[in-house]
T-cell receptor
Framework: EAGVTQFPSHSVIEKGQTVTLRCDPI?????LYWYRRVMGKEIKFLLHFVKESKQDESGMPNNRFLAERTGGTYSTLKVQPAELEDSGVYFC?????????????FGNGTRLTVT | KNQVEQSPQSLIILEGKNCTLQ??????????LRWYKQDTGRGPVSLTI?????NTKSNGRYTATLDADTKQSSLHITASQLSDSASYICVVSARGGGADGLTFGKGTHLIIQP
């Protein structure tokens, strides 16, 4: 079984540019999450999809961030325009169903550096 | 405010030795507590998940304990190996919380020296 895959693994962009991160969850996993870890801080929630619907986007920092999950398969997270404080590691995670006690499966993350 | 505090922040031990990592939380109402292992450059991988009624759970050389009364958990690693070098993250889930109500700790960075 393929795990959660994220692309790219690293991205370096200038302030004001646009970047799109992609996440392919484990096949059949309805729940998809985006998280972010800023240097020196803990991992924090950004948003949660159930299939193609946004279940909770309370963690999105501002309207420069746009997440989509068309067709309920892969998801993209676009940052436009990027700011210096957006630098960090963006993780995607997925899990299959409604069991809140089931583990999350994380991707290896995308390390975003905004200069 | 829900918080998860981990200690120590970092730890260096010799290969073959045991170690214990600590996690204190103030998440309420409690649903479950998870320990994840994160290798450098990789995503976190689940080690254990414990609910309110469980006070110990093992996964190979990893044993997690939970004291829901004192809101403390520990992760004990037995006979450490070089491959145990990683960050260990404590994650606590609140019942009814949005996005599974997960609160992450900052992690303990563990280094195993030969």
């Amino acid at each position: 079984e393929a795990g959660v895959t994220q692309f790219p693994s690293h991205s370096v962009i200038e302030k004001g540019q646009t970047v799109t991160l992609r996440c392919d969850p484990i096949s059949g996993h309805d729940n998809l999450y985006w998280y972010r870890r800023v240097m020196g801080k803990e991992i924090k929630f950004l948003l949660h999809f159930v299939k193609e619907s946004k279940q909770d986007e309370s963690g999105m920092p501002n309207n420069r961030f746009l997440a989509e999950r068309t067709g309920g398969t892969y998801s993209t997270l676009k940052v436009q325009p990027a700011e210096l404080e957006d630098s960090g590691v963006y993780f995607c995670a997925s899990r299959p169903g409604l069991d809140r006690n089931s583990p999350l499966h994380f991707g290896n993350g995308t390390r975003l550096t905004v200069t | 405010k829900n918080q998860v505090e981990q200690s120590p922040q970092s730890l260096i031990i010799l290969e073959g030795k045991n170690c214990t990592l600590q996690c204190n939380y103030t998440v309420s109402p409690f649903s479950n507590l998870r320990w994840y292992k994160q290798d450098t450059g990789r995503g976190p991988v689940s080690l254990t998940i414990m609910t309110f009624s469980e006070n110990t759970k093992s996964n190979g050389r990893y044993t997690a304990t939970l004291d829901a009364d004192t809101k403390q958990s520990s992760l004990h690693i037995t006979a450490s190996q070089l491959s145990d070098s990683a960050s260990y993250i404590c994650v606590v889930s609140a019942r009814g919380g949005g996005a599974d109500g997960l609160t992450f700790g900052k992690g303990t960075h563990l280094i195993i020296q030969p």
